[in-house]
């Protein structure tokens, strides 16, 4: 079968999936189902940029996913006036001591001719500034945390438009991303991989740690909307008027139109994302990053900069992973940041890449809504199905309770099933590279 008759044929299979949902289940199941799909095809995006344009073995995606969360968090959420009046100035303070040792151990390295006092003097400085920073930023901290912990306890946001968050989001993610690149790029592709995951995890670890940032483990809650609330249309005349007129149940339908919001925005910012990678892979950017990816001596000798582009699209692929988080976390309302788990921000859109097409756009974003769709529902369906079969044993039983136990586990099982039999009979994945 062609890929021009394959691709239309797999993506109306998985839509036929939603709709059977939204037939048999409920249309707010359906759409919920749908919107985490469209994120979960963002993130596939990015990741598809890193590995398949350019062969980065990026697996700290969830690491990316996080600050494009907490860029949401600190644009959305309204400024804590209290904490910024005990604590602010002198945080603030702090950092860019921080950053200005930084720098100014940069400058010294570069500036100093190599040799032991160059070694010297940037060690004395770095001491100096450490212990400056900390004794400026700690009594900050300490003085923020103690406001009214119990609801806020840290210095909350800008208060603007929660959709400015998610560029803001990607910012970060794209800033850390350079930061990575910079230092963990010139590694093996396994070494890489370590590198990546093990920064990931410092940055889940300094969001659960840092509670004047975002609350940490006690959780941001309450984000703002882009989208009305449902019981402001529960509330609203001229929503229950047409919802009496169409014979629809007010509470179920403002659930719905909610979600179909969100839906419209999501799905703006994927086509828009399409629209974009399909143009730059098509450009002789993209061929040339096929071409290092492909054969990355060839490439240098032809005199491309190999280092400058993998940076280059490390970058923007943890940009629209960064992006995505935000847009995951202004769905959820809240940010919690012992909820990113490698299992579902690394592992999981890894398979959708690998299920969909690596270097295939199309194929990330069909991986991304059949991965996600199999990964919610399989459990449910996983649990009907041990019921049915073990239907006939008698209530009490061992091996009865023990495959009903076992339901819980459906959702690896499948992933595992999946990964294998795409690997076997399509090894380049549902809609493979052209």
């Known amino acids: 079968m062609s890929a021009s008759v394959r691709a ?165 993610a794209a800033g850390a991303a350079w930061i990575v690149g910079k230092t963990a790029l010139g590694l093996r592709s396994d070494y890489l991989a370590i590198a990546t995951l093990g920064i990931a995890e410092i940055i889940i670890a300094v969001m659960k740690n840092e509670d004047w940032l975002a609350r940490g483990v006690k959780n941001v809650i309450g984000l703002p909307r882009p989208v009305p609330y449902e019981v402001d249309l529960q509330q609203s005349t001229d929503f229950l008027a047409r919802m009496q007129a169409i014979g629809a149940d007010p509470v179920t339908a403002s659930s719905i139109v909610v979600k179909l919001l969100y839906a419209a925005l999501f799905a703006s910012v994927l086509l828009l994302l399409i629209w974009l990678t399909q143009t730059a892979l098509k450009s002789p950017w ?77 194929g990330s974003v069909l991986g991304g809504f059949l991965i996600w769709f199999l990964w919610v529902q399989v459990e449910p369906m996983g649990l009907m199905l041990i019921n049915l079969i073990t239907a006939g044993m008698a209530d009490g039983s061992p091996l009865k309770d023990h495959l009903i136990e076992s339901a819980a586990h459906m959702r690896l099982l499948t992933m595992g099933v999946v990964l294998l039999l795409v690997l076997r009979f399509s090894p380049r994945g549902l809609i493979p590279e052209r």
């Open 8 to 172: 239309p044929l797999l993506f109306a299979a998985v839509a036929a999936m939603f709709l059977f949902t939204g037939f048999t289940s409920s249309w707010n199941s359906a759409l919920g189902i749908f919107n985490m799909g469209l994120i979960s095809a963002i993130m596939a995006l990015g990741v598809n940029m890193q590995w398949g344009y350019a062969g980065l073995f990026n697996i700290g995606v969830m690491g990316f996913v996080a600050l494009g969360g907490l860029g949401a968090v600190i644009i959305g959420m309204p400024p804590v006036a209290e904490a910024w009046a005990a604590g602010g100035v002198r945080i603030l303070l702090g950092l860019l001591l921080a950053l200005a040792t930084i720098l100014g151990a940069v400058f010294v390295w570069k500036r100093m001719k190599p040799g032991r006092w160059r070694g010297v003097a940037i060690t004395v400085l770095l001491v100096i500034g450490f212990y400056a920073f900390r004794a400026v930023f700690d009594g900050g901290v300490e003085a923020v945390e103690a406001v009214n912990p119990a609801v806020s306890g840290n210095l909350g946001g800008l208060g603007l438009p929660v959709l400015i968050g998610w560029p803001v989001g990607g910012l970060l």
């Open 286 to 362: 993209g061929r040339m990053m096929r071409a290092i990816r492909d054969n990355e001596t060839a490439a240098e000798a032809m005199g491309k900069d190999v280092t400058g582009r993998h940076l280059q699209v490390f970058i923007l692929g943890s940009a629209i992973c960064g992006l995505a988080g935000a847009m995951m976390t202004t769905l959820d309302g809240q940010l919690t940041p012992t909820g990113y788990q490698p299992l579902r921000f690394t592992f999981l859109i890894w398979v959708m890449v690998i299920v969909g097409g690596s270097g295939n756009n199309w």
